[in-house]
């Protein structure tokens, strides 16, 4: 069944540059999305509409039945459904790895720190990080720090996942190990929509793959069919 309906979703910049253009998508759940298309295309700012990162002017967009406002104000619910991890970590330097992960647990979920502890030791073992629960974010590797944020995200219990270019900022070396976490997870049924180069991944793990040229939804189709035409 469907988990985001985003129909006609149109955005423009406060400086006027119309960046989606009528963007309609629905992922079931369970599905995975990669999303790719040129530099500039509009891919980050949609999915970034998902979770209420961005408002949108016209059209809808609707995760697990939550309709999220033009203005993105009712960002509380949503955000609990949807999890985020970006090109850069955004991990809080000053927290340790498991108080990273344990953050939104307690004071968003209102669990207890023990919970929350057990909670998240369990996401940094499947993650493969557990050993390091008690380093800080400047302590770890890129992948390793990205692998967190997959964790920290998962921590809030989302229905759906999202991926802004999780490994652009990575050394080639350790793209594996996070493309590796993601697969996993996709086999775990999440939903997920990937903003992603990984042309691998894509045909691997993706069951669509969505192509957005300058803020229009011009692809959506099977990676075999869209890797084979193309
Ligand atoms: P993609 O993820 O496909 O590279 P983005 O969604 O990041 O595309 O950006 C799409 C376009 O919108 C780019 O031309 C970018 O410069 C522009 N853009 C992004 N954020 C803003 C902003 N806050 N104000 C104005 N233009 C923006
Ligand atoms: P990415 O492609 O990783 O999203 P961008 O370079 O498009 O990165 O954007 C980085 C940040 O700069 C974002 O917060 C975006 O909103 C902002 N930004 C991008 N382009 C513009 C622009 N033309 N005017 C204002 N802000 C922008």
Do not use: W
């Not at 309906?5 to 963007?23: C, I, R």
């Not at 040129?38 to 949108?56: D, H, Q, V």
């Amino acid at each position: 069944q469907p988990i985001i309906v985003a129909k006609n979703v149109e955005k423009t910049y406060d400086n006027g540059f119309h960046v989606l253009k009528g963007v309609s998508l629905t992922v079931n759940k369970g599905e995975v999305v990669v999303l790719m298309g040129p530099s500039g295309s509009g891919k980050s700012t949609f999915i970034r509409t998902f979770n209420a990162l961005e408002p949108y002017q016209k059209g809808s967009i609707e995760i697990d039945g939550i309709l999220i406002a033009h203005d993105a104000k009712n960002i509380e619910l949503v955000r609990r459904e949807v999890g985020m991890v970006f090109q850069q970590f955004n991990l809080f330097p000053h927290l340790t790895i498991l108080g990273n992960v344990t953050l939104a647990p307690i004071h968003l979920r209102g669990m207890s720190k023990a919970d929350a502890e057990d909670l998240g030791m369990t996401l940094l073992k499947r993650v493969g990080i557990d050993h390091q629960a008690n380093k800080y974010p400047g302590q770890l590797s890129g992948g390793q720090q990205q692998r967190v944020a997959i964790a920290r995200a998962l921590a809030m219990k989302p229905k759906v996942m999202l991926f802004d270019e999780p490994t652009s900022a990575l050394d080639p070396e350790m793209v594996r190990e996070v493309l590796d976490v993601m697969r996993g997870l996709a086999e775990s049924g999440m939903t997920m929509v990937c903003v992603t180069h990984e042309v691998g991944f894509a045909r691997e793990v993706a069951d669509r793959v969505i192509f957005l040229a300058e803020g229009m939804l011009v692809e959506d189709t099977t990676p075999d069919k869209f890797f084979n035409n193309s």
